[in-house]
């Protein structure tokens, strides 16, 4: 797949088309070595993604120059490609937020995902048309594409399963899980300036279709769509006493939903993620009636049920007592978020390997400049004034700002701007600002995600010890 991105080894003379073997055996590499690596990098600034992204720049036009990117010539498979990672994430990230829709946790989320992301978009594309001087309608998308936290990348902050309710952590991965769909119809009001012919002219459409409809549509056909799947699934697993694998369940889930909402014009962004909190919406209904026998005598009205997938054994498939819902439900959401942590981690490490790869391209200190003030400024101000009066105490709320890493959601945007009739000149200038902020993203949120953390945690631990 990557290897039709025109990624090209260079050496004297001319260049060729870079063999997929080649490509293979980069991405291989580096899953492995990171693997190996994994429990001393946990205790380092270092990430994984940023590994990735160095990598790129060593063996690209700026390191040892056998590798180069020319995304502008293939930008509908580089949509494809990050929307999959995309969709894929999205759907990871609701089935770990095992929350009530009552939980007070969803009120910061919703902070984040919706007014702090409108006053980011604004305050982008004022910084963009002020200082790139780019055009109003330009600047605007350049804006939608950066200011969504994104869901791929965000790992790093977010919640690890369905057992991690911190408060922190749930407010990201809920805004990682909403922006990317609530910052479209920004873009999509950026094409209708930049292509008029090309994207509906009337304003009242895309009130009605971009805003109105697709965004709810979104997350009633996602969750719709994982509650009925689920919970039929779960029903005929346990009748036949069914223990084989469901990864293809979790795809089917997916491609499904995917489909549909591309069918029904509804937010696909939007509608991935609630296919996630449907299923395991599905898993909190289904464990409610049938509690796991293992904990069913110490439940009270008072108590919680573990999430069903911590008190099965996907590996010991033959102890399973699989007429028992709780077992089925449990064996079901365990093969889904190993199948996706593997795809999601797989499509990450090539798409940010090529990243660095291409970063000699587009790099641009006016991106440099405006990712600054989109990092220090923009950011944390929106988040500070969208979460006042929220109750959350001030470094909480500064934490927030600053922890909102920049990924694969612009470049999907990107392409997705490319591939509906934006310019050639206008879409180059957009990649070199766009690719900028994400590459500097990739390194400084993701070099300071983990000191911050882990500097919060301290904190948290001598006020417990002090109380």
Known sequence: MISSWNLRLTGSGTAEKMPLAYWLFLVGGLLLATSLASGWLRHTPVTPFALYVVAGMAIGPWGLKVAQVHWLEHMTLMEQATRVALLVSLFLGGLKLRLSWRDPRWRMALRLAFPAMVLTIAGGALAAHALAGLAWPLALAFAAAVAPTDPVLASLVSVDDARDHDALRVALSGEAGLNDGAAMPALSLALLWLVPSTAPADWRHWLLVDVLWALPAGLLIGFGLAYAIGSLATRLKAMSGDTAPSDLLALALLALTWASAEALHASIFFAAFAAGLGLRHTERTVVSRHPNPAVRDELDELSSHPPAEVLVNPNLRDHVKPAEPAASIGLMVSDALSFGDTLERLIAAGLTLALGVAFATFWSPTGALLALLLFVVVRPLSVWLATAHSGAGHAHRLL????????????????????????????????????????????????????????????????????
Do not use: C, F, K, M
């Open 400 to 467: 927030l700002g600053w922890l909102g890493i920049r990924g694969i959601g612009g470049l999907n945007y990107l392409g997705y701007a490319a591939v509906r009739g934006v310019s050639t000149v206008e879409i180059h200038r957009l990649a070199d600002l766009v690719v900028t902020v994400v590459v500097l993203s990739v390194l400084v949120h993701g070099a300071s995600a983990q000191p911050l953390l882990a500097w919060r945690q301290a904190v948290q631990d001598r006020r417990q010890g002090s109380s």
